[in-house]
């Protein structure tokens, strides 16, 4: 039986609207508990994050920003200009992306162009719903940027890095100078989470290049979730 190395605890305050949560770098267990049934979906993994600055041809790895969860990191939109792309390579397609807003809000009446590989061409989702739109200025609060999951997505190589399915993301106009993104959690590819009843502790473990981060809401009511990540 392998030895724990590690554990380490956070909770989730559950309601009827879904909450996201980056599952930790390096851990590849979970336990969670509440007191009351809960619903529970396991989410993509967000494996590469790129900036495509148009100016000077460039793309920038921010993996490591958009991932570990420390304010004190981000992924900077900087004044992004029409032609500069955020690209985001997942494990799975997800239905949306979870935008975890930094000091530094975006300020301009804009709105996000999200495409993803529809095997030949970029391809614009459908069913767009911008959660960080604030008063007409998309990336403005923390918010789930979804959309309907297609059906013909297709992997893609971005950046010389292969095997994974892209979504990329281009404004309508030119974000204010400085914009921070904290962190970006996948959402996970349906709304069919799991069932969980309450009052029993589940622990189990799970790919980590596959599964990124969890998904969770309740039925009615309210409750706490409480979660232990497990490196072993």
């Known amino acids: 039986m392998a030895r724990i190395k590690r554990t380490y605890g956070e909770t989730v305050s559950m309601t009827t609207t879904a909450q996201h949560l980056a599952a930790p770098q390096g851990y590849h267990e979970i336990k969670h508990y509440a007191s009351s049934s809960y619903r529970l979906g396991l989410a993509p993994s967000l494996e590469k994050v790129f900036v495509y600055t148009a100016s000077g041809t460039t793309y920038t790895d921010y993996t490591d920003n958009a991932r570990d969860g420390?304010?004190?990191?981000?992924v900077p939109l900087d004044g992004m200009t029409t032609s500069d792309i955020l690209y985001m390579g997942f494990s799975d397609l997800p239905r949306g992306v979870y935008f975890d807003i930094g000091s530094n809000a975006q300020d301009e009446a804009a709105t996000l162009d999200v495409e993803y590989w529809d095997g030949s061409a970029w391809a614009d989702v459908s069913g767009d719903?911008?959660?960080?739109?604030?008063?007409?200025?998309?990336?403005?609060?923390?918010?789930?940027?979804?959309?309907?999951?297609?059906?013909?997505g297709e992997e893609y190589k971005v950046?010389?890095?292969?095997?994974?399915?892209?979504?990329?993301?281009?404004?309508?106009?030119?974000?204010?100078?400085?914009?921070?993104?904290d962190e970006i959690i996948p959402a996970c590819s349906d709304t069919n989470y799991g069932y969980f009843e309450g009052g029993v502790e589940y622990h189990y473990p799970y790919d980590t290049n596959r599964v990124g981060a969890i998904e969770t809401d309740m039925a009615a009511g309210s409750a706490t979730l409480n979660i232990t990540w497990v490196r072993t």
Do not use: F
Not at 133 to 141: E, P, Y
Not at 160 to 177: C, D, H, N
């Open 70 to 74: 420390d304010s004190s990191t981000h």
């Open 129 to 152: 719903s911008d959660g960080t739109d604030s008063g007409g200025d998309t990336l403005k609060q923390d918010g789930l940027y979804s959309w309907t999951l297609p059906t013909d």
């Open 159 to 181: 950046n010389s890095v292969s095997g994974l399915y892209w979504i990329r993301i281009k404004p309508s106009t030119s974000l204010s100078a400085t914009v921070d993104i």
